[in-house]
């Protein structure tokens, strides 16, 4: 039976909580909880305060033998007895035979010699363990809660955990940035949110004149960064599940949120310490990609399992035996366009799918999407989010032919007039400057409304005469097709009917056919 278990089972028997001897000790609940499951050892003060308050020798409570046999440690302890056990018959006879000063002499010696070693057992949580990357860092846990990570220092093994720190930024370790701090301010007066990138660790803090700094998370990628149980990235999942059992929660990957690293699923780990502290763990391919640490305080268990996106881990699994299908929340054209080009612009963190998925819905729902209302889906000024948008669509390296027709229907969407006009007049510029033959081809396109193509080419030919530099080599490259017979006799005549608004000054569009049939 180990030492925390013994702990557990003399305070059982007074019948007190983890709580209530944590206050006859001063010390913390957490403390208590952490001795009995093995998590920290109890320093020798401690020792001598749990000693005294279960009524039992200091022997019996860490189960070293006073007279030097080993049947002792292998004997599970009794409820706590006020008064020490009596001595065994043999120790008395020995006792009879030998003059007491010998006895007493013989006592001391035993006690000077056992002192060393009883520190150093009591001691050895915390004893930096050589530096080597392939050591676990579980030597300097037991001191630490499990909201820490730990990584090796330069003298050494070091840890940070959530929480106030005694110590400013780097609280104590060898902590040095590698970028500049980004500092923020928070809804709390005074009160700044630091985000410190600490080569393998990021690190964010609060920070207060005359407080001491408060940690809210810490965040790593890196295999040289483990927690106090040594799980870090590189590990892999079936190990996670081990380490941290059936308190963890399932949880599908969050689309839009914060995302730490690419991952295809992630469990959380949380526990309450005057306001919820939540473990992170970021899964890809079977092992643990990224590790991200939150104090989340008072704004509840946001990871507790709904069957819907989270669910409980039982018997080292998933459990999806009562998984219910999430509320469908209708989404229209307009807001899919925002929340795909918001991905493709925030998100690096997204697979070549995923990346290819948003691209997909952002061309493709072009023609349905209300500009105006699109506006307004931003944190910004409305002209700010749509010029933004029209901006990312113009400045595109290449095009699919999809893509390119996409953009050619939405010339006809809601809300493009006035400067969202001249705007998406640039980005048909753009498209057309960079792939002439296929935005050519495209126009031809079966099942397609002249109207709409007509609008797409008056829309591109506005904005055109502004740059002849780049306008004349695309021009070039569509001639010369022409000539050369590339397109086919549907294709040929949208193509002719593009180049002559190109080549026809803008005051004078209006004497040209608006349709290929009109140019017959």
Known sequence: ????????????????????????????????????????????????????????????????????????????????????????????????????????????????????????????????????????????????????LLWDGPNGREFLELGPQAQPFPFGTSLELTAPEDVADTDLRGVKLHRAVCGALTVEYLHSEGEAEVVSSLSSISRTVQTPRSIGPGSGEADLLVSYGDDLVYCLKEEGSYSLVRHTHFYAWSEYAEGFYTILFFIDQGKVAGIRMERIEDAGDAYAPDNVRRFPVRYGAPDFSQRREPEREDVDDTRKVYIAWNQLATNNNLTAEERYAYRRDLFALLPEVDWAELGRMGEAEADDTVFALMSALAGQEDYSASELLYLQLGAAARGIDGAYADAY?????????????????????????????????????????????????????LEATLASDGFTEREAAWAALLDRYLTTPLEAHYLLPKVPAESR
């Open 425 to 477: 007049a640039h980005v048909l510029f753009r498209a057309f400057c960079a792939q002439p033959v296929l935005f050519a081809k495209d126009l031809a396109a079966d099942g397609v409304s002249q109207e709409t193509m007509s609008a797409a080419i008056r829309l591109l030919a506005y904005d055109a005469d502004l740059y002849p530099n780049e306008l004349r080599p695309a021009l070039a490259t």
């Open 1 to 148: 039976m180990t030492l925390g278990q013994r702990i557990s089972q003399y305070r059982k028997a007074m019948g007190i909580s983890q709580e209530e001897l944590g206050g006859r000790l001063g010390v913390s609940r957490q403390a208590v909880s952490k001795w009995e499951t093995g998590a920290a050892v109890p320093d020798m003060e401690n020792l001598l305060a749990l000693s005294r308050t279960f009524g039992v020798p200091l022997t019996q409570l860490t189960q070293t033998p006073a007279d030097g046999s080993a049947d002792a440690a292998d004997d599970a302890p009794s409820a706590p007895d006020q008064s020490p056990p009596p001595p065994r018959a043999s120790a008395i006879a020995e006792r009879a035979a030998l003059p007491r000063w010998v006895i007493g002499a013989a006592a001391c010696f035993l006690c000077l010699l056992a002192l060393p070693v009883l520190f150093l057992w009591t001691q050895r949580a915390v004893i930096p363990a050589p530096s080597s990357p392939e050591a676990p860092l579980t030597e300097v846990a037991a001191n630490t809660t499990d909201f820490a």
